[in-house]
C-alpha cells in the first residue's frame, strides 16, 4: 500500500488547474442510467470513486468508454437494476442510481449503505421522497427494493437540505409524469451541474441552485453532452495548504463563487484572495490569524472544507472554534493533527484550536478522505518527515494531488509502505 512522505517548511508557490469536480461527476455519470442513447462527459477526474461507477454502470450492463478525462457511456435497455452491497459498501454515492433506474425502468434494486467513517448517513429523505412520486418502497435482506410503473409528478418538501436526496429526485423526476416540485433543496453548485447535464438530456428544470426546483417530467430522454464543473473542494484545499505553509498561489478552472463562504473565512484570517473569472489567487505572509467558523449547507461553510481549514489554523496566531453541523463524526483528523502537536480540544460537535507555532512532523494515519487532505497539510507546515498511510482515501477524491502539490514547491512524494 502507498504512503505519502512530506518534508515540511516550503512555502507554496505557482499556479495549479483542478480537476472536475467528483461530486458533481459521480451523480452526473449515474443520470446517464436515465437513457438508452449514448452520453459523453468531459472533465471527468481521474479518481478511485470515478473507476468504482463506472465498474458499477458496466455490471449493470451499460458499455463505457474513457478517453483521457472524457467518458460516454451507453445502459442498454436490458440492463441489470441493481447496485450490489460489495460496490455500494465501497462508495455510498452509489444509492444515486436509485431514482435514475427506478424512473426509467420502474424498478431499483439497491443495498443500504450502512453507517460510514464520517457518520450514519441514513438514506431516509431519498425514499420518503421517492413514495412521494408513487413509488413502493421494500426493505429486506439489507436491500432497498423500490418499484413504481410510471412516477408521477408532486410536491416534496425534504426535511433538511441534504445534497443526495435532492439528486436522486432531480433525476427521477425527469421521467415521472406531469409536474414535480421539490422544496428544501440542496442548492450546491453540484446541484446546479446536475441539472444542466439533464437538461443537455432535453430534461425541462428550473429553479436548481434555489430551494425550490420544478421539473416537467418527459417521457424519454436524449443522450447527455456535457462538461463538468471545476472542483471546489479540490481548489479549496490548495488554498488552505498555501495558507498553512504562507507563500503565494492561483488556483486556477474554478469558479471563485463555488468558495465564496471558505474566502471569506480566508480573508479574515489574514489571506489576501483575488478572484478572478476562473481562478482564485492567494497571498499569505506570515501565520494565519485564529478566526471561527461553523459547518453549514451551501452557500454556507462546507463540511468537505472543514478538516482542511482546521490543518490550517493549528498555526494560527490565537485561537479558533470550530462547530460541525452536517456530519456527526467528522473530526477523525483530530487526534492525527494532534500527533504533529497540534493543540486542539474536541467539545461535542466543536472543536478549539489553541494556534502553535510549530508542528512537528509524525507518521499520521488517513481515515476519511478529507480528513486525509488535512493531514497532507499538517505535514506540509510541520517540521521534518510526515508520512501519511492509508492514502487510498486520498485517491478516492484528489487527482494526483502530490504531483501538483510538487509542482506548487512542496517537498512531497509518494512511496510504497515496503520502503
Ligand atoms: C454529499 O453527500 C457529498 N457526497 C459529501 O461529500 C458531502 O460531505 C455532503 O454532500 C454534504 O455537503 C457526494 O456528493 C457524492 P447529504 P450526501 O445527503 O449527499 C443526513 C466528500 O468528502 N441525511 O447532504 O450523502 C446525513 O446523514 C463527501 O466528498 C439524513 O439524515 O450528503 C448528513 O448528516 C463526503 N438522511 C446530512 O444529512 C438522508 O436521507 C447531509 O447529508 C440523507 C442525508
Not at 461527476?25 to 436515465?34: D, H, N, Q, T, V
Not at 479574515?268 to 478572484?275: K, N
Not at 501538483?404 to 517537498?411: P, T, V, W
Request: hydrophobic content about 40%.
Amino acid at each position: 500500500m502507498d504512503k505519502i512522505k512530506i518534508t515540511g517548511g516550503a512555502k507554496l508557490a505557482g499556479s495549479v488547474e483542478v480537476s472536475g469536480a467528483k461530486n458533481a461527476a459521480l451523480p452526473i455519470l449515474f443520470s446517464g442510467l436515465l437513457t438508452e442513447k449514448k452520453s459523453t462527459y468531459r472533465r471527468i477526474p481521474d479518481l478511485q470513486d470515478i473507476k468504482t461507477t463506472a465498474h458499477l454502470l458496466e455490471q449493470m450492463g451499460a458499455t463505457v468508454e474513457r478517453s483521457g478525462s472524457e467518458l460516454s457511456m451507453t445502459v442498454p435497455s436490458q440492463a441489470l437494476k441493481e447496485a450490489p452491497y460489495d460496490l455500494v459498501r465501497k462508495m455510498r454515492a452509489s444509492v444515486l442510481v436509485l431514482g435514475p433506474l427506478l424512473a426509467r425502468f420502474g424498478e431499483a434494486k439497491v443495498s443500504l449503505p450502512g453507517g460510514c467513517a464520517i457518520g450514519a448517513r441514513p438514506i431516509n429523505f431519498h425514499l420518503t421522497a421517492l413514495e412521494k412520486l408513487g413509488a413502493t418502497i421494500e426493505l429486506t435482506e439489507g436491500y432497498v427494493i423500490a418499484r413504481a410503473k410510471r412516477l408521477k409528478g408532486n410536491r416534496v418538501v425534504f426535511d433538511f437540505p441534504s445534497v443526495g436526496a435532492t439528486e436522486n429526485l432531480l433525476m427521477a423526476a425527469t421521467l415521472a409524469e406531469g409536474e414535480t416540485l421539490l422544496e428544501n433543496c440542496a442548492r450546491e453548485p453540484e446541484i446546479i451541474d446536475l441539472a444542466n447535464a439533464l437538461r443537455s438530456m432535453g430534461a425541462e428544470i428550473e429553479g436548481d441552485g434555489t430551494e425550490i426546483i420544478r421539473i416537467q417530467g418527459k417521457t424519454s430522454l436524449n443522450g447527455a453532452n456535457h462538461e463538468v464543473i471545476g472542483d471546489r473542494i479540490e481548489a479549496g484545499t490548495f488554498l488552505a495548504a498555501t495558507m498553512a505553509t504562507g507563500g503565494q498561489v492561483l488556483v486556477r478552472g474554478i469558479q471563485p463563487i463555488f468558495l465564496d463562504s471558505v474566502l471569506e473565512k480566508m480573508s479574515e484570517a489574514g489571506a489576501e484572495i483575488t478572484r478572478e473569472t476562473n481562478a482564485i489567487g492567494i497571498k499569505m505572509s506570515g501565520r494565519p490569524r485564529g478566526i471561527d467558523f461553523k459547518t453549514l449547507p451551501f452557500p454556507g461553510f462546507p463540511t468537505d472544507m472543514q478538516a482542511q481549514l482546521m490543518a490550517a489554523l493549528v498555526v494560527a496566531d490565537g485561537s479558533s472554534l470550530i462547530t460541525e453541523t452536517i456530519f456527526e463524526n467528522r473530526f477523525m483528523h483530530v487526534p492525527e493533527l494532534s500527533r504533529l502537536g497540534a493543540d486542539l480540544t474536541i467539545r461535542g460537535n466543536t472543536v478549539l484550536v489553541r494556534g502553535k507555532k510549530e508542528l512537528v512532523g509524525a507518521p499520521l494515519m488517513a481515515t476519511d478522505l478529507r480528513a486525509s487532505a488535512s493531514l497532507v497539510i499538517g505535514g506540509l507546515v510541520a517540521r521534518g518527515e510526515t508520512t501519511v498511510s492509508r492514502i487510498y482515501h486520498l485517491d478516492r477524491g484528489y487527482e494526483k494531488m502530490e504531483a501538483k502539490l510538487k509542482s506548487l514547491g512542496a517537498q512531497i512524494e509518494r512511496v510504497s509502505d515496503g520502503e
